[in-house]
């Protein structure tokens, strides 16, 4: 139990589908992150959000919609994927404080959900 | 942009040998410093950290790590592996003036033969 769930575990679906993969931390973190894993490659962050705001966007392809509704959930939208965005997405989250986003870079993870796109 | 560079992408060892995985990054600035290791099917966990003062820490399970600032490095080593450490490990940079979000390498996968 890592305090960081995410839901589905595994997701297949079709090019045109729309689904969401969602996230919920029970930590009282304040900094919410998506990330995308791709085997033999770096992690790569996605989004960071702060106190509810999107603080980054790494330059993410419109087809994948994050919303954050409060700092305690984190959901990714996905619609019209690609093949290639086959991969493991990766949730954590992080304390923050001061009045800039100082954080000490200590995440906690989900268990990460696999997505397949046919 | 910071970058974080693992220069082994698979180490194969036998039980009580030793391991040293290399990690470098490049950021000229205070930086923190994390290992994270993935078990098989599990989440990545934090392994052991650096933020300030004595350059050697220790993790869990026998793991340590030698930040050299003058290398821009952070090796991780363990005297002597254990099957059980079979996983992937994650060297990861943080620049805490840059909110929380983590740079990552690209991992090493380490096999563990009993």
């Known amino acids: 139990e890592t305090g960081v769930t995410q839901t589905p575990r595994h997701l297949v679906m079709g090019m045109t589908n729309k689904k969401s993969l969602k996230c919920e931390q029970h930590?009282?973190?304040?900094?919410m992150y998506w990330y995308k894993q791709s085997a033999k490659k770096p992690l790569e962050l996605m989004f960071v959000?702060?106190?509810?705001?999107?603080?980054e966007n790494n330059s993410v392809p419109s087809r994948f919609s994050p919303e954050c509704p409060n700092s305690s959930h984190l959901f990714l939208h996905l619609h019209t994927l690609q093949p290639e965005d086959s991969a493991l997405y990766l949730c954590?989250?992080?304390?923050?404080?001061?009045?800039?986003?100082?954080?000490?870079?200590?995440?906690?993870f989900g268990e990460g959900s696999r997505l397949t796109v046919l | 942009a910071q970058s974080v560079s693992q220069h082994n992408h698979h180490v194969i060892l036998s039980e009580a040998a030793s391991l040293e995985l290399g990690c470098n990054y490049s950021?000229?600035?205070?930086?923190?410093l994390f290992w994270y290791v993935q078990y098989p099917g599990q989440h990545l966990q934090l392994l052991l950290k650096?933020?300030?003062?004595?350059?050697l820490v220790k993790g869990i399970k026998g793991f340590e790590a030698e930040f050299i600032k003058s290398k821009f490095s952070f090796n991780l080593r363990k005297p002597s592996v254990q099957w059980s450490d079979t996983a992937e490990y994650f060297c990861?940079?943080?620049?805490?003036?840059?909110?929380?979000?983590?740079?990552f390498g690209q991992g090493t996968e380490l096999s563990v033969k009993p």
């Open positions: 650096y933020f300030s003062g004595d350059p």
């Open positions: 950021y000229g600035g205070t930086v923190n």
């Open positions: 930590l009282g973190h304040n900094a």
């Open positions: 954590a989250s992080s304390a923050l404080g001061g009045l800039v986003f100082v954080g000490t870079g200590e995440l906690f």
């Open positions: 959000y702060n106190f509810k705001e999107q603080t």
């Open positions: 990861a940079v943080n620049a805490p003036n840059q909110g929380g979000k983590l740079i």
